[in-house]
């Protein structure tokens, strides 16, 4: 089955230590987000990119940084300059627009 | 810009009772409107969207959503709820160009957190 696969679901690290998220689809998507997920906040776009070699930050892209060198993968860094990285992450992808997103399970991280 | 308003962080109902999660959304342009559900512990599933045409839509799990375009409103109902249905519920707006085109990006509400009780 086709699907989108974050790993690892949780991850703990320490402060001022960068951390790469991993998100992988098999789903032939040209488009892919990245979405952080905070109580009661709910989902604020972090980077998207339409296409391989693009992407544009999106409303909350501080402190984050992504590469897209593969159709199928579009890894989130997490540096130490994120002021509050403790959240939950979900990855998600579209096939084209208006297509609708399909989400990972999320990795949920916390910093200490 | 776009924004999206869910009114209800919280809606506590009893099994087979009707609900209503209230959705409002702002934009200057012409938009698409999505419901996702969230699971503990898991990413969201789309739950039902409004493209074009009919502005009802309907779930294959009983909910249903209506568009109004004059309130813009798009709220999620569902005439009998189960134990099951107890989730997270999102509403999401996408912004479209005159082409149609909406490049996927989407603006989510707050969340509404429905507990069904036995």
């Known amino acids: 089955d086709g699907g989108i696969t974050q790993s690892p679901k949780y991850l703990f690290r320490k402060e001022g230590q960068n951390v790469t998220l991993s998100c992988e689809q098999n789903?032939?998507?040209?488009?892919m987000y990245w979405y952080r997920q905070d109580p009661g906040q709910g989902l604020r776009l972090i980077y998207y990119?339409?296409?391989?070699?693009?992407?544009q930050k999106g409303d909350i892209a501080e402190g984050y940084s992504v590469s897209r060198e593969k159709k199928e993968s579009f890894p989130l860094t997490v540096t130490s300059a994120q002021k509050n990285p403790t959240a939950f992450y979900l990855c998600?992808?579209?096939?084209?627009?208006?297509?609708?997103?399909?989400f990972g399970n999320g990795t949920r991280l916390t910093v200490t | 810009a776009q924004s999206v308003t869910q009114l209800d962080s919280q809606v506590p109902v009893f099994e087979e009772a009707p609900v209503e999660l209230r959705c409002n959304y702002s934009?200057?342009?012409?938009?698409?409107l999505f419901w996702y559900v969230q699971y503990p512990n898991q990413g969201l599933q789309l739950l039902l969207k409004?493209?074009?045409?009919?502005?009802l839509v309907e779930s294959i799990n009983g909910f249903e959503a209506e568009f109004n375009k004059s309130q813009t409103s798009f709220h999620l109902r569902k005439p009998s709820v189960h134990i099951s249905d107890t989730a997270e519920y999102f509403c999401?707006?996408?912004?479209?160009?005159?082409?149609?085109?909406?490049?996927?990006?989407?603006?989510f509400g707050q969340g509404t957190i429905l507990t069904v009780h036995p």
């Open positions: 998600a992808s579209s096939r084209d627009t208006p297509s609708p997103l399909h």
């Open positions: 789903l032939n998507h040209d488009a």
């Open positions: 990119s339409q296409i391989v070699n693009d992407f």
């Open positions: 934009s200057s342009v012409s938009v698409y």
């Open positions: 409004y493209l074009s045409g009919s502005t």
């Open positions: 999401a707006v996408s912004e479209r160009d005159a082409g149609g085109t909406s490049y996927g990006k989407l603006t």
